[in-house]
């Protein structure tokens, strides 16, 4: 496999979320992301799906697969070339509008309730086990090999994976919202990722029964739930204490009434699952 092969094969959309980073904005052809080798608060990387290729509107470059992986991992060409060998070249197309869109293939083998020792052990290390009902056990393959992990569904059916050695997305990457019917308030608490929800709901002092609860499973997915906030009367945000998180925040802060920072909880910690472990 030689490099412009792998430019055309390796999806540029699977190669960032490999990353963990996913689009501001997007639709099925071509979607916006924050910059790959600066903080920004206006996205200004595009990415075209079709093309496989991103364009940086601040300085000009266009970047392919493998000047992706140089400049987040700082590295060679060659060792580029030995990071993108993880990916599946056995790809799916999806035309979508005469156009052909590329995806790597992955198959969810099975969904179960938690039972698999190394699982068990995973959500005990991070204090939410009594929150095992919440989540399921992700059997799947991918690349031609089997794994295992920590599933949480978002609204589109994609679902997040985790266990001590992954953290990826299998299937669209969306939020998750959970709705309570006792909800008269229209009250809503916001995480950031869903361990800080399972690590809520263990917090028994700091449980509401009547407020719905989103999951963002990336601060990137916000503008999916931009208008529907605008419903809800109070709105409590549990977001990370790094530049990303504190950036919503103050944007959220900006744009909506009766918002209030919770991240004061677990100030010097990255996250409220990270406070409530060392606690």
């Known amino acids: 496999m030689n490099c412009e092969q792998i430019k055309d094969q390796v999806s540029i959309r699977q190669l960032l979320e490999s990353f ?10 071509t979607a916006f992301y924050y910059a790959l080798d600066r903080e920004e608060k206006i996205p200004s990387f595009s990415v075209d799906y079709i093309k496989n290729k991103g364009f940086d509107f601040g300085t000009g470059k266009i970047y392919d697969v493998i000047s ?20 599946n070249f056995s790809l799916q197309e999806d035309k979508v509008d005469g156009e052909l869109l590329k995806t790597s293939s992955y198959h969810i083998l099975k969904v179960s309730e938690i039972r698999h020792a190394a699982l068990v052990q995973y959500l005990q290390s991070r204090k939410v086990l009594d929150q095992k009902d919440l989540v ?3 059997h799947y393959e991918m690349n031609g090999k089997k794994y295992f992990g920590i599933g949480f569904f978002n609204i589109s059916g994609g679902v997040e994976v985790r266990n001590k050695y992954a953290k990826l997305c299998l299937g669209r990457k969306d939020v998750t919202l959970i709705k309570n019917d006792l909800n008269t308030l229209r009250e809503v608490i916001v995480f950031e990722g869903f361990f800080d929800f399972l690590t809520y709901l263990t917090i028994k002092n700091f449980r509401s029964e009547t407020a719905d609860y989103l999951i963002l499973n990336s601060t ?12 809800y009367h109070k709105i409590s945000l549990f977001l990370d204490n790094d530049s990303n998180g504190k950036t919503n925040k103050e944007n959220i802060q900006k744009n909506y009434k009766n918002v209030e920072d919770c991240s004061l909880l677990y100030l010097g910690f990255k996250d409220l699952n990270e406070w409530f472990c060392n606690y």
């Open 68 to 87: 992706i992986v140089q400049v987040i991992n700082k590295c060679s060409v060659s060792e580029a070339l030995k990071y993108l060998q993880r990916f």
């Open 220 to 231: 990137a997915m916000f503008f999916k739930v931009e208008n529907e906030l605008k419903d």
């Open 20 to 29: 963990n980073i996913f689009p501001v904005k997007e639709n099925r052809k």
């Open 136 to 138: 399921k056990e992700i």
